[in-house]
């Protein structure tokens, strides 16, 4: 990552933001939340993002890989990684005690337990997605195997209140949990806890909805992430002359332009274009023209904007999210490591 000093962009995150978001959830769902930081922290970077939650009272935090276990900051609290062990994760696994696999393949379950006989681990049950998890009928020969803390699974369409597959998911999850009441269990993410209590069993894992994602209508979506870069130039384009490559988007009139340290290699995808607005005070301004690999024009005409100069850009994710079909998973995630994540 590039020194934040003369990095000519950035993603700012606002911590009050992302406490607040998880305080709502845990409070939704009457039950203990664990914070998902995979993708380093949904594109927002998990060193400023695990403190943050720390603060805010999460005590366990999940990643998908054990690389991704090791990238988090040294904490006392819990750690799991949903996509299982391999036995050539073993030293990764010792360096982190306090880290427990989700396995997901009666595989898995054997080289956990041939490695950790007597260490405990979490086990992930497919219910009807498909993705990932073990057979609702292997559960009990892998409770034979490895001690086991708590019992996972995860919805297909929890984003989709009225599927028949959730109400499917939730009477399978719920005969396994009436088989396995020594255990704990975890069913709901962001958008499952938006569905009510009846999904919270003994634990949550929100994810998208910590960082200002809308899995559901209720969710809150504080914004945490912003994207800023400077100014690099500014010049008067006049009326019937386009702006960059291909030479679209002609002006009927004379328009002032900012060219902006960003684009489609720092995150911002081409296809977002007309949909895209950035920030000066209390202004908003439309990008102009294509989005280029690492700069895009912005129409500041009328605005006091100056070169070098900080915009911000509108990173709305419901919006931008709903115009361009571009998931606000992936405008989150996709954000370019070329920015240092400002955390405030």
Not at 79 to 104: K, Y
Not at 144 to 173: E, I, K, M, R, Y
Not at 190 to 204: H, I, P, Q
Request: net charge neutral; proline share 6%.
């Amino acid at each position: 990552m590039p020194d934040s000093d003369v990095s000519p962009l950035r993603i700012r995150c606002d911590a009050r933001a992302l406490q607040a978001n998880f305080r709502w959830f845990a409070a939704k769902a009457g039950v203990p939340a664990a914070a998902a930081v995979k993708a380093d922290a949904y594109g927002t970077g998990v060193a400023g993002a695990v403190p943050a939650l720390l603060a805010a009272g999460c005590t366990r935090f999940l990643v998908s890989s054990w690389a991704e276990a090791l990238a988090v900051p040294p904490l006392a609290a819990g750690l799991l990684v949903l996509h299982g062990f391999t036995a050539d994760c073993a030293g990764a696994a010792l360096a982190l005690p306090q880290a427990r696999p989700v396995l997901n393949t009666m595989a898995q379950v054997a080289q956990w337990a041939q490695v950790f006989p007597a260490r405990t681990a979490d086990l992930m049950v497919d219910t009807g997605m498909n993705r990932l998890g073990i057979a609702p009928a292997d559960v009990a020969a892998a409770l034979a195997l490895v001690p086991v803390h708590t019992l996972h699974s995860h919805l297909a369409c929890a984003d989709q209140p009225g599927h028949p597959l959730n109400a499917v998911q939730l009477a399978c999850f719920g005969d396994l949990v009436a088989a396995t009441p020594h255990l704990a269990h975890n069913l709901a993410n962001s958008a499952a806890v938006c569905l009510g209590r009846d999904w919270s069993f003994s634990g949550v894992r929100p994810g998208i909805g910590l960082y200002g994602g809308h899995p559901h209508e209720d969710a809150p979506g504080a914004r945490v992430a912003t994207p800023e870069a400077r100014v690099i130039q500014q010049r008067m384009v006049p009326a019937g002359q386009a702006v960059g490559y291909g030479a679209e988007s002609m002006a009927a009139h004379d328009r002032r332009v900012a060219i902006v340290n960003i684009g489609y290699a720092d995150g911002v995808p081409r296809g977002l274009g007309r949909h895209l607005f950035a920030l000066a005070g209390d202004r908003r301004f439309p990008a102009v023209g294509r989005i280029s690999m690492d700069m895009l024009a912005i129409d500041v005409t009328g605005g006091d904007v100056a070169e070098g100069d900080w915009l911000a850009l509108d990173w709305d994710l419901a919006a931008l999210s709903a115009l361009s079909g571009f998931s606000e998973y992936e405008l989150l995630t996709g954000l370019s490591r070329r920015a240092p994540r400002r955390w405030q």
